[in-house]
């Protein structure tokens, strides 16, 4: 990635406005009253304390979990192998390169970040995610003074493919557009699915739709990376040492036989203490449903949270008396026996979402976990689990959260008076589009027809109290009366608020195209919106000085491209 020192050079300009939107759940809580759930999570991330007692943690309890210091410097110096073999079969730049042999140091530990292997790289946080794991590696390192490297860890394992084939563009800047991979085999980890032929023409019409200049970094990026992959997992990778290599970012996929061997002995160990890891999942769960939250994991009671590779499928195993077994039967074995097959056979099993922490922290020296609104959420469920096989969580740091505002949405929100927090928040929106509507035509349509609402009810009051002396019978015609009226009242608005929207249909289309694209389906721009969406059209530069200057949670952004330079 271009240095962002560079990208003054090409006028781009990052101006941040404050986003109000408070983010909601366990991530919220986190960021805006920690003491509140202290107890759910390892620490403050922003407390300087929290940071250097993991480290000295680290020193201690993570090399004792692997028995001792001559244990622990050999697995060290075996990761770091074969992380840089896996990097070098890939082209990774020399820096990163560096950095994963720097992991066979004892002093060496890691910030570590995630997610599955999306079509493009998937939503905009995927970038942002590296971007906060970078940041924090470079910070920690001099405030610590000890070696401090960034890993990506690639989710390939994950066979949510349905969710993973799919990446959203912005049409013209204003509409969304979804682009997919065709659809494929279920039950298959994404990571080692091969790259579907009609990837090429819908990287084409993609990059086309997002205005990325055809020799431009995004589509040379996108190409090249593409060009060189068989696999998903693979061409995921290459995209993000593309981006990230030369920022020192580490690579990590879990599906490479190095790295399973490695971390086999965590989830053997984790079968060996089966009772006592399920206990503690249900302490978490039941920690998280104390604050009045509803849990993110669903746990069912003979969920292993393991999984087996039989015929290439990832098969979830359950718990059936004394047995492990796959749902359909498909493999079988005594849960005595678990811990044996996975150390003799470590390509054919797989950690759940549930164990899958405890391995990555088990495999690496984990100073702290970068996370999104999700992870922050599932990831307190899973803390007690980690004492079972003698482990603590890393600190879990929220990730950069800021929303890119182009500078034709800029002009126009300025245009049309509205903050950007307006247009991203859609009751905000409404309540102004409504101000506006009504200051256009000189009538508020909603207000007028809550009065006459109320005299209705008057009317109707006042004709119950006449009549009640005539019959009894009549109050309840005069009821079902007055539903009739109030129905009819409720259509007649409703064509009133259509007919209004209609007379100003380009206005309404205008502030319903600027919140979509700020806040897509109502929500955070970044878990929707693909970054070569975002950032093709623009100079590589501006995506590098954003994520480097971007404030970093808990501070939540407007990110608004300077108009007054042209980027292009």
Known sequence: MVEATRASDVGCTWRFVADPRPEGGLAGLLSRDFP?????????????????????????????????????????????????????????????????????DPATVVVVTGQQAGFLTGPAYTVYKAATAVRLARQKEAELGRPVVPVFWIASEDHDYEEARVAWALESGRRLTPFALPPGPKLRSVGSLPIPPAAERLVAEFLSLSEAPPDGWAATTVRTTLARSRTLGEWFARQMLELFGEEGLVVLDPMEPGIRRLAAPALARAAEELDRVLAALADGEAAVRALGLRPQM??????????????????????????????AGEWSAALADLPGAI???PERFSPGAALRPLVQDWLLPSLAQVVGPGEAAYLPEVRPAYGAIGLEPPLWAPRLATTVVWPEWARAA?????????????????????????????????????????????VYAELEGRLSGVSPHLAEIGRANRRRVEWQLDYFERKALAHQRRAHRRLWRRWEELGSVLAPGGGPQDRVVNAYALFGRFPRACLARLLFEAPLPPERSFAVLDAGRSPS
């Open 36 to 104: 509140k759930v202290a107890h759910l999570f390892p620490g403050d991330p922003r407390d300087p304390s929290a940071w250097a007692r993991r480290s000295l943690w680290l020193a201690d309890g993570w090399v004792g979990a692997h028995g001792g210091a001559q244990a622990a410097g050999l697995h060290r110096r075996e990761l770091a192998r074969a992380l840089a073999g896996y990097l070098a079969r890939l082209g990774a730049p020399e820096r990163a390169l560096a950095e994963a042999r720097r992991i066979g």
């Open 298 to 327: 669903r746990m069912a009671p003979d969920d292993l949270h393991l999984f087996r590779y039989e015929g290439g499928r990832r098969l979830a195993l359950r718990r059936e008396g004394e047995r492990a077994t796959t749902r």
């Open 343 to 345: 150390r003799s056979e």
């Open 414 to 458: 300025d245009e049309e008076g509205l903050a950007l927090a307006e247009l991203a928040s859609g009751s905000l929106r409404r309540e102004r589009l409504k101000a506006r509507l009504s200051e256009l035509d000189g009538v508020d349509v909603e207000a007028a027809f809550d009065r006459a609402r109320e005299a209705v009810d008057a």
